[in-house]
């Protein structure tokens, strides 16, 4: 079992940037990769980023060039880097933990303002 705690969120105006971190507790060593999600109201849940085990990463086209995943193994921490903000990036951020069964945090709010 895996817990994921989600945190920096904020209100940041456009061209701002956040920095945004996973911390993964529990069986951790049977995590096989990790990804951002987000949600904007009255719109589904979509990809943001992933990275897995190995280092490789995996990114959105409305984000690439502007947004990093990156982990901390010594801190058992993923992190999103979110540079350049446009309002569009506006939602609930929610890590998930991809193992035989997926687990996901409790969402962080992003706004980004004009």
């Known amino acids: 079992q895996v817990q994921l705690v989600e945190s920096g969120g904020g209100l940041v105006q456009a061209g701002g940037s956040l920095k945004l971190s996973c911390r993964a507790s529990?069986?951790?060593?049977?995590?096989?990769?990790m990804g951002w999600y987000r949600q904007a109201p009255g719109k589904q849940r979509e990809l943001v980023a992933t990275?897995?085990?190995?280092?490789?990463?995996n990114y959105a086209d409305s984000v690439k060039g502007r947004f990093t995943i990156s982990r901390d193994n010594a801190k058992n921490t993923v992190i999103l880097q979110m540079n350049s903000l446009k309002p569009e990036d506006t939602g609930v951020y929610y890590c998930k933990a991809v193992m035989w069964y997926d687990y996901w945090g409790q969402g962080t709010q992003v706004t980004v303002s004009s």
């Open positions: 990275i897995t085990s190995g280092g490789s990463t």
């Open positions: 529990g069986s951790i060593f049977r995590i096989n990769a």
